[in-house]
């Protein structure tokens, strides 16, 4: 009874005798709590043999209501991200201001009794509907109208910190993509198409692929040893993120310098995915291309020394 990814839009059909489990959630990141949020959601459907729905919202709601948001994940990544953990179903409902003004009891009317959800199971900090009134208290309460149970999970930790969607930000905006990477149970990545540069790493003796600036969340100016992925394979490299103060340069980019050749070299045009292990050092200006040669050599060495440590 698994999902098809043209349906992700569209109302499960549920057997109104067998009712369903939901969970809900933006889910930007896919993070542990997200996942421990949906297995154990997992597990309670099938134990009680029904299926598992789990409900998201696309574009995150706070751009729906302007406020500043740069998400951890593309849309399409999310969603593969969703699919991995299995669900029966995963419904993405299109976010607008008709649904952000929405109270708990009317969003439950038209979007949850119609999949004849008997089980809500949400996290630790969850809540629903216009002014975030639908607490997990009230949501309980309009249970037993609608004909279904609430069961709130206590917050998943790493390293004594709730595990969050905003932690995680912080520490990606900080540089610190290690301690995001604890909290995810995977390293953060951005991805994009290879386009042309200036050729200024090849001249340097150091060829980067210059990445297309991506939708998702970039780490702090910085240089990263980093893996880079192509066509499925990952290759090991040290990543730099910023604006090249030594040339004068002021807009921010993404090149990456690849410690092993993949067989095709050509990688103008593919689309790469650069995952981030552990910032090096910040973005700093050298006197010239010489000094910063040098220092990009340190910085490949170090990042061959990292990644040599860090387990794929």
Known sequence: MKQTDSSTEQMPNIDPAR?????????????????????????????VGMPCVVVSFWPHPRLVLGKEHVPLMTRATRLDALRALQPDFIWEIPFNRLVAALSPEDFIKQYLAPISMRRLIVGHDFSLGKGRAGQPCVLQGLGRAYGYTVEQLAPVTEGGSVVSSSRIRHFVEQGGVDSAARMLGRCHFCEGEVVHGDGRGSGLGFPTANIAMPETLLPAPGVYASRVEVDGKLFPAVTNIGSNPTFGEREIGVESHLLETPEDTDLYGKRLRVHFVLQIRRERRFPGPRELADQIERDAVQASEILANSPA
């Open 19 to 47: 009712g369903c489990c939901v969970t809900i959630g933006n889910f930007d990141g896919v993070h542990k709590g997200h996942q421990a949020l949906i297995s154990h959601a997992l597990e309670f459907a099938r134990k």
